[in-house]
C-alpha cells in the first residue's frame, strides 16, 4: 500500500513539473511590463502570468528541502504561496528580477511549512532555533535520528553560549512524536494508561467535606460559649470578609480600640480552653 501511494505521488509530482515546464519564460521587459499593470490596475490576469511564469524556480527550491521527509507537492504548494505573496509586493521600479526578490519568500513560506510540520510539539519557535533547524538539515543523518559529535555542534555553535543552545535543540528535534496508544514492549499496557488522573479524588472530597462540616460545628458549638460582645469582636476580626483592624471593630462597636483587644484575648483564651488542641481549625488568622 505504501509503495503504491508514493508511486502516485511521483506520478502526481512528474505529470505537475511536465506541465509547467511548457509554460514560458518571461523577459525583463515583459515581467515588468506586467508587474506594473497589476501594481497600477490591480490586473489579476497579470499577476497570474507572472506567477505561472515562475512555478518552475519553486521547484528548484522545494527540491533543496527533499531530506525533511516532506512530500514535494506540499513543499511546492507552499513554495507557491510564497511566490504569490512576492508578485503581491514586488516593485518593478526597482531594477531586478522578480524570482531574485520572490526567493526569499518561497524559502520562507517551505521553511514556515516544514517547522510546522515536523512535531506536535512546536519546534523552531525563536529565530536562533529556526536557524539551528536548517543548519541541522544540512547534516547527514541528523534527521534520521543519528547523534552530533562534539565536533558537528561545534561547527554549528558560533558561541560557546550557542553550543548549550545547540545541544538542547538537538535533544528535542531527538525525541519525536508517538502516539499514547501504543503499547509497551511485550505488554498489552499502552502509554495512555500510564498517565496520572488529574481529575478530583471522590474519596479524597468526601474526606475533605466531611472535615469541614465536623470545623463548622466545633467551631459553632464554641461561639456559643462566648458573650455577645466577645462574638461579635472575632465575627468582626476573624470570620468576615476581610479581617478588620481593632479600630476598625470598635467603631463599630462604639467602644474603644483597648477594649476591643481586651474581648479578643477573652474570646481567644475561652476558644482555645474549649477546642484545645483544634483552636487552629477557626483559622483566625
Not at 233 to 246: E, H, M, S
Request: proline content about 1%.
Amino acid at each position: 500500500m505504501e509503495k503504491s501511494l508514493s508511486l502516485t505521488n511521483t506520478d502526481s509530482f512528474l505529470r505537475y513539473v511536465t506541465e509547467i515546464s511548457r509554460i514560458p519564460l518571461l523577459t525583463q521587459e515583459e515581467e515588468n511590463e506586467l508587474a506594473l499593470r497589476y501594481k497600477k490596475n490591480n490586473e489579476l490576469a497579470a499577476a497570474h502570468r507572472l506567477v505561472t511564469a515562475n512555478l518552475r524556480f519553486v521547484v528548484k527550491i522545494a527540491s533543496e528541502y527533499r531530506g525533511y521527509r516532506m512530500r514535494m507537492m506540499d513543499l511546492i504548494q507552499e513554495g507557491n504561496m510564497g511566490l504569490m505573496r512576492a508578485v503581491k509586493k514586488f516593485d518593478p521600479d526597482r531594477g531586478y528580477r522578480l524570482i531574485s526578490y520572490a526567493v526569499w519568500w518561497i524559502r520562507a513560506y517551505i521553511q514556515d511549512y516544514i517547522i510546522r510540520s515536523w512535531s506536535l510539539v512546536k519546534v523552531g519557535t525563536t529565530q536562533l532555533q529556526k536557524k539551528l533547524f536548517f543548519k541541522l538539515g544540512k547534516v547527514r543523518g541528523f534527521l534520521n535520528g543519528d547523534e552530533l559529535d562534539t565536533a558537528e555542534i561545534t561547527a554549528l555553535a558560533d558561541s560557546r553560549e550557542e553550543d548549550a543552545k545547540v545541544r538542547d535543540f538537538c535533544q528535542r528535534l531527538n525525541a519525536r512524536d508517538f502516539s499514547l496508544d501504543c503499547s509497551l514492549a511485550d505488554s498489552e499496557t499502552i502509554y495512555l494508561d500510564l498517565l496520572a488522573d488529574d481529575s478530583e479524588d471522590q474519596e479524597e472530597s468526601l474526606l475533605l467535606r466531611e472535615t469541614e462540616t465536623d470545623r463548622r460545628r466545633l467551631i459553632a458549638q464554641a461561639l456559643r460559649e462566648l458573650t455577645l460582645r466577645e462574638r461579635q469582636v472575632v465575627a468582626g476580626r476573624f470570620l468576615g470578609d476581610d479581617d478588620k483592624t481593632l479600630q476598625d471593630v470598635g467603631d463599630e462597636l462604639g467602644i474603644t480600640r483597648e477594649r476591643v483587644r481586651q474581648l479578643e484575648s477573652n474570646a481567644l483564651k475561652k476558644l482555645e480552653k474549649i477546642l484545645g488542641p483544634k483552636i487552629g481549625a477557626l483559622a483566625l488568622t
